[in-house]
């Protein structure tokens, strides 16, 4: 139980609001299908992952902030 | 790989402010303890922590020779996205007021109060103390050790980034000895903001290096992003700022 404990709480240190985590995964996932679907302009992945990071950080904390 | 301040500099730093904000928790605990059952069972604890931590970073450092490198980045980008954004979400909203600024000086009095109420029930159990000890040490540990492996792996960067932790945990165990008091001074949450600006700058980009996006300005390009990140965590401050808040001065 306790080793259960520690796992989930070593999880949380990565892990804390779970929206937000899953956010920034489908993020990293869209800029891997860019960088899959358009290998000559390598950039445009860059650009998904950056502005949609920035996104994800200002939905996520307006979103909680306005509750 | 001749390494340069340009390329080191920002690891050393982000290992460094990262490393200081675990080591300062782990010793506020370390020293509740030793306050309360004395310097023995704390640092005996301690100690057993440090090891159990060497152990799991051999480990690491094992497996991470065996990890191709694009895989390596992308792993690593992700865990320090996680990691960086999770930090910079919350010292925006404990900046804007929205929840509470984390308190050492209650983390500490818990503590104390917790190992005294303990002492009066069963003066031999120094072992709970230390173990107490040695989970502090043991789990703020482990997130420098990630913070390390995230910084440092895959570019030659373990060495300058464990320097940055090292020189971290030295100087608040120093700091930490001499003053023999939580170390509540320490703005916990403008590190925590500093920090989550420079690990979510350094996901992205590593995040990127592993999806094999050409960086303008390769490493330098971490600065552009931590700019952008710190206008936007700034911007983010101001705009659901509880109007309760005082303003910083």
Same mark, same amino acid.
């Given at each position: 139980m306790k080793t259960l404990v520690n796992i989930f709480r070593l999880a949380g240190l990565f892990i804390d609001d779970g929206l937000f985590a899953l956010a920034l995964s489908v993020v990293v996932v869209l800029a891997a299908i860019v960088a899959a679907i358009a290998p000559a302009v390598p950039i445009a992945a860059g650009v998904v992952l950056l502005v949609g990071c920035l996104g994800v950080l200002l939905g996520n904390v307006t979103s909680t902030g306005t509750r | 790989m001749i390494l340069t301040w340009t390329s080191a500099g920002p690891a050393v730093s982000a290992a460094f402010l990262s490393s200081l904000v675990e080591a300062v928790e782990a010793l506020t605990i370390v020293l509740a303890v030793a306050t309360v059952r004395g310097w023995r069972p704390a640092g005996l604890g301690a100690l057993a922590g440090l090891a159990t931590l060497a152990l799991i970073v051999l480990a690491l450092g094992a497996l991470l020779d065996r990890v191709p490198l694009h895989a390596l980045q992308l792993a690593i980008g992700v865990l320090l996205l996680l990691f960086g954004m999770r930090w910079l979400r919350k010292a925006i909203l404990r900046a804007a007021g929205v929840i509470p600024l984390h308190d050492e000086e209650l983390a500490f009095a818990t503590g104390t109060a917790a190992l005294r109420e303990q002492a009066q029930h *069963?003066? %031999?159990? *120094?072992w709970l103390a230390g173990l107490a000890s040695y989970k502090a040490m043991l789990l703020e540990g482990l997130e420098v050790v990630f913070v390390v492996i995230a910084v440092g792996?895959? %570019?030659? $960067?373990l060495v300058p980034a464990s320097i940055g932790a090292l020189a971290a945990c030295a100087l608040v165990a120093a700091v930490g000895l001499a $003053? %023999?008091? &939580?170390?509540? %001074?320490? &703005?916990e949450n403008t590190l925590k903001f500093t920090v989550g600006v420079m690990l979510s700058s350094f996901g992205v980009f590593w995040t990127g290096e592993g999806l094999g996006v050409p960086w303008p300005g390769e490493d330098l390009a971490i600065l552009g992003f931590a700019t952008l990140f710190l206008i936007a965590a700034v911007g983010a401050v101001r705009l659901v700022r509880s109007p309760a808040v005082e303003p910083l001065p």
């Open positions: - | *069963d003066t %031999r159990l *120094d792996a895959g %570019r030659g $960067l $003053l %023999r008091r &939580p170390l509540a %001074r320490v &703005p």
